[in-house]
């Protein structure tokens, strides 16, 4: 084949560049498809920037609804080392006087010296074996309605096992125990999970050392020994307001409705520490900006997607999705939300524009923040209602016997949530326009990718053809000169 296409448009003057040039002529239809194949793929991607900015929106509208944006507080302490706070949404904003005379603290036992642990690593064998028993207990009447009043661990221990053994099966245990142990200068230390006036006893079944020791005296907690330390575990106490209370805990969730009280240290007698609790407009105002901010953006997008450019101008540009029904009917219904009217109960406050979100002809959204906060202060559950409002309605109806009964049908009427609901239908996985309008493209490109190949295999036997046919014709011509020229001879030798 490659001598027949070097031998091509030797006589002929046709040769590959010049059926090149012939393809090419023909193969407009590609680029056709290719320029489709392009416009769909940027409106794929322009759907797909629509879809994050829609779902980024979705998700500040929701934010909206939440408590902790309406009702979110800020906290105060004149001295967070000793007394800290946090505020839940439920707290009440108020001021406290705190007395702290006692922090919480947990039981603590140290052993004695443990005789088979002398001139031993704590990686050596003890050579103890039998059942070794820890109690923690709670002293009669200082327990706390809901805790645990006793926990207790029993392991076995075996003659190979080292100290860093027996202490590291104690604290397997210690999640239903409560007693955690370790190691300091070959002496175990255990300690209390639990905070508050607590004990914790030991106790065996078995001698272990082949002396006449128990295991409690062999790991020295004997009865008898004097070295054990012992400090006792406290409840913490305070006043608040005046009111003394008594926990087992330095973190306390249940004296002052949702605050949580941290104690960190002891006061000063007579020098209560003063904490306050105010309403955080910031969050709530963070909450409206965010939102504005991102309906801007998105808008914005939808607008330079839609954008029909300058028809009259040479080399107009236009927006991906121009003329898009779907897009140019989110568009409508974006802006439209955004002047609806919302009975909130309070006539003051039914439209964004009455909390400080005005709107101007293009649709684009201002946030005055200082006509919110007064509005907040002035009537906090009419902004929310505005934006996140549920309505219940009692339709009259029978039963399959035909008693009366009522029909409570539930509508969403809040300016956020007819926005999400709207959004939702754009941006939802398997049901959403998006969606289904990216399997669409998907689909038609699948389909230009077909036909280009199509095209191209029929442009490439058109090639062929043309190669083999020019081929032919060069080879006619080359025949017919060369009898030409033998013609040519006879004539020139019959002429001698």
């Keep these: 084949m490659a001598s027949s296409i070097n031998f091509l448009g030797s006589y002929s003057g046709i040769d590959s560049a010049t059926i090149d040039a012939m393809i090419e002529a023909e193969s407009g239809k590609v680029v056709q498809y290719t320029n489709k194949q392009t416009s769909i793929t940027a409106e794929k991607n322009a759907w797909k920037d629509i879809n994050t900015r829609l779902d980024s929106l979705f998700t500040k509208l929701g934010t909206l609804g939440e408590d902790k944006t309406f009702q979110s507080k800020t906290t105060t302490s004149s001295d967070a080392t000793k007394v800290a706070i946090t505020a839940g949404t439920d707290s009440l904003a108020s001021n406290y006087s705190i007395e702290v005379s006692k922090l919480a603290t947990s039981t603590q036992v140290t052993s004695g010296i443990i005789e088979s642990a002398k001139g031993i690593t704590i990686k050596d064998s003890l050579g103890l074996s039998g059942t070794f028993t820890g109690i923690s207990q709670a002293k009669p009447g200082s327990d706390v309605e809901g805790e645990s009043t006793t926990g207790s661990f029993e392991i076995e221990i075996s003659v190979e096992d080292s100290l860093k053994d027996i202490v590291g099966k104690i604290n397997e245990k210690s999640k239903e125990s409560g007693i955690q142990a370790k190691i300091v200068d070959n002496r175990i230390v255990m300690t209390d999970s639990k905070m508050g006036d607590r004990t914790i006893t030991f106790s065996d079944s078995l001698t272990g050392d082949g002396s006449n020791n128990t295991m409690t005296e062999a790991l020295g907690f004997g009865a008898t020994d004097s070295n054990i330390v012992v400090k006792k575990g406290q409840s913490a106490e305070l006043t608040i307001d005046g009111i003394a209370v008594t926990r087992n805990t330095n973190s306390i969730t249940d004296a002052v409705e949702g605050l949580t009280i941290e104690l960190k240290g002891v006061t000063e007698a007579s020098k209560p520490i003063t904490i306050g609790i105010k309403e955080d407009t910031d969050t709530t105002v963070k909450g409206f900006k965010d939102f504005v901010d991102q309906y801007n953006s998105t808008l914005t997008f939808v607008g330079d997607q839609l954008d029909v450019g300058d028809p009259s101008a040479e080399n107009n540009k236009t927006g991906a999705l121009t003329g898009d029904s779907s897009l140019m009917r989110l568009e409508s219904e974006l802006r439209s939300l955004m002047t609806q009217n919302v009975d909130t109960g309070n006539s003051n406050y039914r439209n964004l524009e009455s909390i400080g979100i005005s709107v101007d002809r293009f649709g684009a959204a201002t946030l005055d923040t200082e006509k919110l906060k007064k509005a907040l202060a002035d009537d906090p559950t009419a902004v929310k209602k505005m934006m996140f409002q549920t309505t219940t309605t009692e339709t009259p109806s029978t039963d399959e016997s035909g008693a009366p009964t ?3 049908t539930e509508k969403e009427v809040g300016m956020a949530q007819k926005m999400r609901s709207l959004v939702d239908t754009y941006i939802s996985e398997k049901t959403g326009i998006i969606a289904t309008k990216s399997a669409t493209y998907d689909k038609l490109s699948e389909d230009i990718t077909k036909s280009i190949t199509k095209f191209n295999e029929r442009l490439e036997k ?26 040519q001879s006879q004539f020139s030798t019959n002429e001698s």
């Design 406 to 408: 009522t029909i409570k």
């Design 462 to 487: 058109k090639r062929e053809n043309y190669v083999a046919m020019f081929t032919r014709l060069d080879t006619a011509m080359m025949q017919a000169e060369s009898q030409l020229a033998y013609l």
